[in-house]
């Protein structure tokens, strides 16, 4: 059995307005979701998607389609965040609906939502401490703990059906909990099966399904790795509320892309309030932060390199990543 907590159908305990100058009725109204608005942004990401997927399959040569992956990779990284806001059941007011809006997005990426979703809670449960499972960042010094860094960032979302699907659990997941991942594991593939075998392969369109949906995914990853160590860049290990996440700000085109989800400290000190109503949290409550000494940086860009040449973080407690901690 997995100790003390069990995520699995439980969000990060509420601290209420967490000591911050935010009024209960004002977070309350903001933690209310708008369903149209997820579906149109996810219709719109999509169709840029599919549009840009299906342009480079029509450019020569081929280096001149790199651009358009790129681009369409970026957009991608803006579906995660839909799908991260999803495993909150931030998206739509009743748990079912996130539920099959979080499956129909997963199955797009080959992943286990409920996997996932554990994950994700977990990591809030436990975020930067020892328990914590997406404490990749952070280990022994040495060459695997760096290596692990940065296959995150350039392989994170090729190689995340193998992590979520297969090692997650195989760590984290008690017996009882085998049967319903297995079974869900089994309607991903039949509907994969349904699709190629059934809906593509009939038109000889599997080429070119494959090169649309394949291809912009590995440009998306780069895009999803830098933002994932981003957002817990210059933080303190197993250090307070306010210093174990990262607020970027940047403009609000890409904000709007990504869901609001570059406020991630407003999001882990607010996790049911939906990314795209972050930035007007963070507008209340950004003068307490900043007393705080809390992690804020300006420009993606500047804490991307930033990121990048730090490397993980090196503890001497034992932490390795993907550890379990069964009793």
Known sequence: MIADHDPDDALEPSRGTAGLPIDRDELRELTRPRAAYALGMTALLFAAWLALGLAATRVE??????PLWIFAGFLINGLVQLGHDAWH??????????ELYGHLFSALFGVSYSAARHAHLRHHWYNRTERDPDAYNVGAAGGLVKAQYYVVIFLGLALAPLHFNVLYPAVFYARRAWPRHLAELFLYALAYVIVFRFVLAPRGLVSIAL???LVPLLFATPW?????VSDHFANTWKGDRFHTAT???TTALWSW????LNYHLDHHLFPRVPG?????????IRGALVERDAPLFDGYFRVFWAAFRAGPVHVSDGHRFLKGDRR
Do not use: C, D, E, M
């Open 224 to 228: 999803n790795g830098l933002k994932s």
């Open 61 to 66: 040569p081929w280096w001149a389609r790199i």
């Open 247 to 249: 607020t970027v700000r």
């Open 257 to 260: 892309i990504w869901n609001g």
């Open 211 to 213: 090169q649309i949906w």
């Open 89 to 98: 059941h931030n998206l739509f007011a009743k748990p079912w609906q996130n």
């Open 276 to 284: 795209y109503n972050l930035a007007r949290v963070h507008a209340r």
